[in-house]
Nanobody, 124 residues
Framework: QGQLVESGGGLVQAGGSLRLSCAASGLTFRSANKAWFRQAPGKEREFAAAISGSGGSTYYADSVKGRFTISRDNAKNTVYLEMNSLKLEDTAVYYC?????????????????WGQGTQVTVSS
């Protein structure tokens, strides 16, 4: 049974940085397209960043472009989200997801595996 486990969330001041990690087990993680989504209170879960299975393509939501960086370490079966210049509106639960479909950046409903989420809170 495949499993994704996020870590690295926490409380940070606006302008600060955090690095989220998502470790996979029971999956052929190397070939999966991987993504980070986030969900703020009272809002729908939204896309933040994605990286193709090959690692050759990355995708970002406009709201995080230039501030967040997604990367992966296949040897560690882990995907990361480096978050810099954090803003109050980045406060959310962050989820990692994996997809084995043909699209490098599929819509949310096409992801096959989800983690349990990690809370990121940005304070003023």
């Amino acid at each position: 049974q495949g499993q994704l486990v996020e870590s690295g969330g926490g409380l940070v001041q606006a302008g600060g940085s955090l690095r989220l990690s998502c470790a996979a087990s029971g999956l052929t993680f190397r070939s999966a397209n991987k993504a980070w989504f986030r969900q703020a209170p009272g809002k729908e879960r939204e896309f933040a960043a994605a990286i193709s299975g090959s690692g050759g393509s990355t995708y970002y939501a406009d709201s995080v472009k230039g501030r967040f960086t997604i990367s992966r370490d296949n040897a560690k079966n882990t995907v990361y989200l480096e978050m810099n210049s954090l803003k109050l509106e980045d406060t959310a639960v962050y989820y990692c997801a994996a997809s084995y479909g043909s699209k490098s950046n599929p819509p949310r409903y096409e992801y096959d595996y989800w983690g349990q989420g990690t809370q990121v809170t940005v304070s003023s």
